[in-house]
C-alpha cells in the first residue's frame, strides 16, 4: 500500500492513497494524477524532527576516510530542511562542495520510547526516499553539523509512503544525476539496520509519529552542480525526483 500527502486545489492537505499503477492520488473520492499541476506534493511525512545515520554503508565511509563507528552515528536535521519531489533545492551561498547522498528513509507511525529491535518494525508506518544533501565545507569544520547538513531544502524527501510489505529486505538504494547514476546500494549493507536503529534511537529520544530515521547512504556521493536533476530510487518505494539551484 503507498499514501501520499498533497495540497488539493483549495489549499486543503491531504493524505491520500496512491496508485503505482495509475500515477494517482485518491483522496475523497476526488482522484489526480500525481503530477497534476492542480494540486502539490508535499514530503510524505511530517516529522518533528529527522534523525540521521552517518557512515552507515562500509564503502561510504571508506570513500570519506572513516571507519564504520561501533555504534550508529546520530545527527539531527530540523523540519524546515525538508523539501518535496518536484522541488527546487537551493544549496547554501559560496560553498566549494554540497553533495548528494541516495538514503532509505524510515517513517515512525506511532510515538514510542525504549523500543526493543525485536519490536522495531511494529512502529515503523513505511519507508521513503530522501537525499542528505551534504554541504562538506562546513561539515569538516564542525562537529554537530548544523551549518554541514541542516539547512534549509538539505532533506528532500519523497515521493510516497510505502508501507513495510513493500519494500524488500535488500532494496536497493540508487542516485542518478541529470540520468548518469551516481549511487547504488542496497539495504541488506546496512551495517546497522532498521530496528538495530530504532532500538538504539529510541533509547535516547521519543520517536513521535511522522518522524524521520535516514538510515544512511552508500558509495558514489559528490558535488551538485547548478542546474542539476537529481532522482533517488528506492526499490518498493519510487523515485525522488528534485532540481538544484546553486546561487
Known amino acids: 500500500m503507498y499514501h501520499a500527502r498533497f495540497r488539493d486545489p483549495a489549499g486543503s492537505v491531504r493524505n491520500g492513497r496512491y496508485d503505482p499503477e495509475t500515477d494517482t492520488v485518491a483522496f475523497g473520492g476526488d482522484e489526480y494524477a500525481f503530477d497534476d ?15 540521521c545515520v552517518g557512515r552507515n554503508y562500509a564503502d561510504h565511509a571508506a570513500e570519506m576516510d572513516n571507519d564504520i563507528p561501533d555504534r550508529p552515528l546520530l545527527f539531527l536535521k530540523p523540519p524546515s530542511a525538508l523539501a518535496g519531489h518536484g522541488d527546487t533545492v537551493t544549496a547554501p551561498e559560496g560553498k566549494d562542495r554540497v553533495d548528494w547522498e541516495a538514503e532509505l528513509a524510515v517513517v515512525i507511525g506511532e510515538s514510542c520510547k525504549h523500543v526493543a529491535a525485536e519490536d522495531a518494525m511494529d512502529v515503523v508506518a513505511g519507508f521513503t526516499c530522501m537525499n542528505d544533501v551534504s554541504n562538506r565545507d562546513d561539515q569538516r569544520r564542525e562537529q554537530n553539523w548544523v551549518r554541514g547538513k541542516a539547512f534549509d531544502n538539505a532533506a528532500p524527501l519523497g515521493p510516497v509512503l510505502a508501507t513495510p510489505e513493500e519494500v524488500p529486505a535488500d532494496a536497493s538504494v540508487e542516485l542518478s544525476v541529470n540520468g548518469d547514476r551516481k549511487q547504488s546500494g542496497d539495504r541488506s549493507q546496512l551495517a546497522f539496520d532498521v530496528p538495530t536503529l530504532i532500538e538504539e534511537i529510541t533509547a535516547y529520544l521519543t520517536l513521535e509519529t511522522g518522524d524521520v530515521i535516514a538510515t544512511g547512504t552508500p558509495d558514489g556521493v559528490g558535488p551538485l552542480s547548478d542546474g542539476d536533476t537529481v532522482a533517488v530510487t528506492v526499490e518498493g518505494v519510487g523515485t525522488l525526483r528534485h532540481d538544484v539551484r546553486v546561487p
Not at 499541476?37 to 534523525?51: G, H, R, T
Request: net charge negative; glycine share 0%; charged share 20%.
Open 37 to 51: 499541476p492542480a494540486i502539490d506534493v508535499l514530503p510524505p511525512a511530517d516529522p518533528s524532527k529527522i534523525v
